[in-house]
């Protein structure tokens, strides 16, 4: 059992940078994959990247385009979502999730999820 706590949301200017963290519980956080998505208002969760296990290889969407950089620290079960360049089409909650196995692009694969954090920019 993991439970995923995530941080970090607010409110920013287009262009400004955030950083997200999602902290986990449990002893064995290097056992799972971590995937970050996202859900805007009136639109359908999608995937934004993901880190392996051991957190040296990632993987992000297209529309990320350079702008954002997932790590891991397993020793303090955290993984993190650093975000610049940041538009107001960005606005969403974010979620991390984790997954037993290798990252994937698809949410319904992954066993656990955050509640979430609102990331929210302003033009």
């Known amino acids: 059992q993991v439970q995923l706590v995530e941080s970090g949301g607010g409110l920013v200017q287009a262009g400004g940078s955030l950083r997200l963290s999602c902290a986990a519980s449990?002893?064995?956080?290097?056992?799972?994959?971590m995937g970050w998505f996202r859900q805007a208002p009136g639109k359908e969760r999608e995937f934004v990247g993901a880190i392996n296990r051991s957190g040296d290889t990632t993987y992000y969407a297209d529309f990320v385009k350079g702008r954002f950089t997932i790590s891991r620290d397993n020793a303090k079960n955290t993984v993190y979502l650093q975000m610049n360049s940041l538009q107001p089409e960005d606005t969403a909650v974010y979620y991390c999730?984790?997954?037993?196995?290798?990252?994937?692009?698809?949410?319904?694969?992954?066993?656990?999820w955050g509640q979430g954090t609102q990331v929210t920019v302003s033009s």
């Open positions: 449990g002893r064995t956080f290097s056992s799972y994959s």
């Open positions: 999730a984790a997954r037993q196995g290798s990252y994937s692009t698809s949410g319904i694969l992954y066993e656990y």
